[in-house]
């Protein structure tokens, strides 16, 4: 059935959870109203298009797609766990930003915190001990 043909991938996979999701709703919306036939529409072109993904011979544009949705869904997922992490840790990250400026060692790239609001300063890396002068 799929042979010449592209196939499902986690992008067609996705797209029918999405459809899936969107049609819940209409299980609870009134006969008739505005938003069921907006949500129903929605939901139906969303199959079509997953569908006609998985049928398509054109193997360079679904893969394009693919790529820029899996590219996509790394900065999301890396997102959030960056929100997971700050959280775990006890530390909110505004907070954090609002107290501490971040440099940078010239020499080893070493991450370094300094307080805010001092003027200037004169930084010792702790990695590699060269000193450099900052502005807080």
Known sequence: MFHGRYGLDALSRAMIWCALALSVP???IQHGSAARYVLSGLTTVILILALLRAFSRNFAARQSELYRF???ERNI??????AR?????GRNEFEERRKYK???CPQCMQKLRVPRGKGKLRV????CGNKFNAKS
Not at 77 to 82: D, E, H, S
């Open 26 to 28: 209409t299980l609870f």
């Open 77 to 82: 997922g890396a997102f959030f766990a960056r």
């Open 85 to 89: 992490d700050s959280l775990r840790s």
């Open 102 to 104: 971040h440099l940078t």
């Open 124 to 127: 010792t890396c702790t990695r």
């Open 70 to 72: 899996s590219h996509i």
